[in-house]
DNA sequence: CGACTAGTTGAGCACACTCAAACTAAGTGG
DNA sequence: CCACTTAGTTTGAGTGTGCTCAACTAGTCG
């Protein structure tokens, strides 16, 4: 709890759950993120795949998501993210290969490649901060495989909402175990490979043991212990730490 | 075709195909990789969850995969790895979230990591080769995603045989299209998040439709073009160029 | 030769899908 | 202000893809 005060940029605050940052640090953060923001409404795709934009972009504020299309119209969500988290860092001559939409009204900031690479250079806790960062991105990414690829239809869902509660938490968007979640129940369909029916149904079995209370856009956890037992959820991927939260299988 | 023939080394393959590297580059992956190698026996896992390696590894000979182990026994396999691809690189105090397993007798080396860094600082060629590697890499995990979250049983074995094949044709170990497949039923199931035993009725109606061939763990992919097709396969995900190899959903 | 691993096939079942129809809430325009 | 639209959620009924359980074959190795 109680994350240094002082925090009020989401970058800075995001990055120093990877890795320490000091004053100096946070300050410098917060002048990379001193450009004109991009305001996006919600459910606009404000980046495509095949695109290959100039700037790294950061999500200020409000919640965005990953998606991949098939041709025929199928969809599949690849990802959340939050506020802090870095929606897209250039890299060579590489294009996007899925698309970005803003699941609230958000803000962005785009911040030129170049100012980036030079904050990482002067401040290595900010480097190492941002490849942790990458790092978990790309094991929840791999989670998410986990999940869709071994887990039913309810374990699949509990185990997105324990994942989300705890990235909320750690930036300190969760107040208790309640939060905002504007992810629609089509969405959450397209994020865990079931159908939205399907969705639904398993949502209102959730309801009915009590676990969550999901309405108006507020979703509650009411047993996050329960829940989390339920879906095999163990956070050791979200920290970059090395910490270990549980023992792993025999 | 036809790899510059002096690209005896595996990493040095793999590293051109992300981005040109020079002789000079070329014999500074050389160095790198004269490291005391590591020789794994098949079907041995020998990097572990919750491990924190002090080396890169990099796979110089063989197959290996990456896979995450359920508290129940469940197995996901996240991706598979071919001949110059990385398996491993330590980053700060984080602990690997999967194991890595060998799928047939395999070769690694194991680079410390300061020696790496070292190279890449004086080959800016061979880091921005690195960089696009581990892009590619979490495309394709991102691939796997779509893959076992929105594609029918079929598509999804077929798909993975097309990204197999590109991939090896790229290193130089298909011909034609046909290429060594060590990969058993059951480690095809979970990949692809299927039981072993509807993966076999999937090979043997692929068989009978004349698609594939596939015996003694040699895979001849007979009708390359169809396959794709039935598959929605586009390899722009694979190419760290930025070609476009065709056009995306309208 | 027995033990083990990998692959193959059959029969029956179930989880999740499809199709279809209400229903609610919020926004829009006449 | 009320009809109308649209997006999101909810429920029912029937279906099918892929799962489970089980048995059997073929190859390999000690």
Chains 1, 2 share one sequence.
């Not at 970058?11 to 640090?25: G, I, Q, T, V």
């Not at 790309?138 to 690829?149: F, K, S, Y």
């Not at 629609?184 to 209370?213: F, S, W, Y």
Request: proline share 7%.
């Amino acid at each position: 709890m109680s994350l240094p005060s002082m925090l009020f940029n989401a970058l800075a605050r995001r990055l120093s759950c990877c890795f320490p940052l000091d004053e100096n640090d946070v300050r410098a953060v917060e002048r990379l993120c001193a450009v004109p923001r991009r305001r996006v409404a919600a459910r606009r795709e404000f980046l495509r795949e095949g695109d290959r934009p100039g700037h790294v972009h950061v999500l200020l504020e409000g919640w965005a998501c990953h998606q991949v299309m098939l041709p025929d119209g199928r969809r599949q969500i690849t990802a959340f993210h939050l506020p802090g988290d870095i929606l897209w860092q250039p890299l060579g001559e590489a294009r996007m290969d899925f698309s970005i939409l803003a699941l609230t009204p958000a803000i962005i900031a785009p911040i030129p490649t170049s100012a980036l690479e030079a904050v990482a250079k002067a401040h290595p806790a900010i480097a190492t901060a941002l490849a942790l960062q990458n790092r978990v991105a790309e094991a929840v990414l791999r989670r998410w495989l986990v999940n869709v690829g071994q887990r039913a239809a309810f374990e699949r869902i509990g185990h997105l909402f324990c994942e989300l509660h705890h990235r909320l938490h750690a930036i300190g968007l969760a107040q208790g175990n309640g939060f905002a979640f504007p992810v629609t129940q089509v969405e959450l369909a397209e994020a865990t490979g079931l159908t939205p029916v399907h969705v639904n149904r398993v949502l209102r079995d959730m309801r009915r043991q009590g676990l969550i209370d999901l309405e108006n856009r507020v979703l509650r956890i009411l047993q996050l212990r329960a829940l989390a037992q339920h879906a095999l959820f163990d956070p050791a991927y979200l920290e970059p730490h090395g910490h270990h939260s549980a023992a792993p299988s025999p």
